[in-house]
């Protein structure tokens, strides 16, 4: 599921794949407009499954992340305003969530997409973050490759 959400670099929210070409990709966002956007191959794409938060023993990926998260807000939107937090208030909160993180490479502001992306991956219906929907995704990915 991570895998087919991207952030696109100087766009704001978050996009859904939905094909590839030769030289460009087709997006989808994820807000209510669900317009479909060209991405020509200069443009900084990244899928959120590739992503991960540093912490004091290594990197833990997004998607284990977004699982804590998820255990603090009941799988539902945050009910804590990160929009107006001052950065100590973002540092504390995200420490309830995450107690290791590296609190030198992980900055305020990358708190903030966590929890941005979070909201709106949970008002799209997307808050199943655990270990077997990514196994249950790898599976159908054998069955039908030309979908992945």
Do not use: P, R
């Given at each position: 599921m991570l895998k087919e959400i991207v952030s696109v670099s100087g766009k704001p929210g978050l996009y859904r794949l939905i094909s590839r070409?030769?030289?460009s990709i087709i997006i989808e966002s994820l807000d209510?407009?669900?317009k479909r956007i060209p991405i020509q191959g200069n443009e900084k794409v990244i899928s959120l499954g590739d992503i991960s938060i540093f912490t004091d023993d290594g990197e833990i990926s997004l998607r284990e992340v977004f699982l804590l998260v998820?255990?603090?807000?009941?799988?539902?939107?945050l009910d804590f305003n990160f929009r107006k937090a001052t950065n100590d208030e973002l540092g504390k909160y995200f420490e309830q969530i995450l107690s290791g993180y590296d609190r030198e490479r992980v900055y305020p502001s990358h708190i903030?997409?966590?929890?941005?992306w979070y909201n709106i991956l949970v008002n799209q219906g997307i808050?199943?973050?655990s270990e077997s929907q990514l196994i249950?995704?790898?599976e159908q990915?054998?069955?039908?490759p030309e979908q992945a």
């Open positions: 070409g030769k030289n209510d407009v669900k998820g255990e603090k807000s009941d799988n539902s939107v903030k997409k966590v929890f941005s808050n199943d973050f249950q995704e790898a990915n054998l069955e039908h």
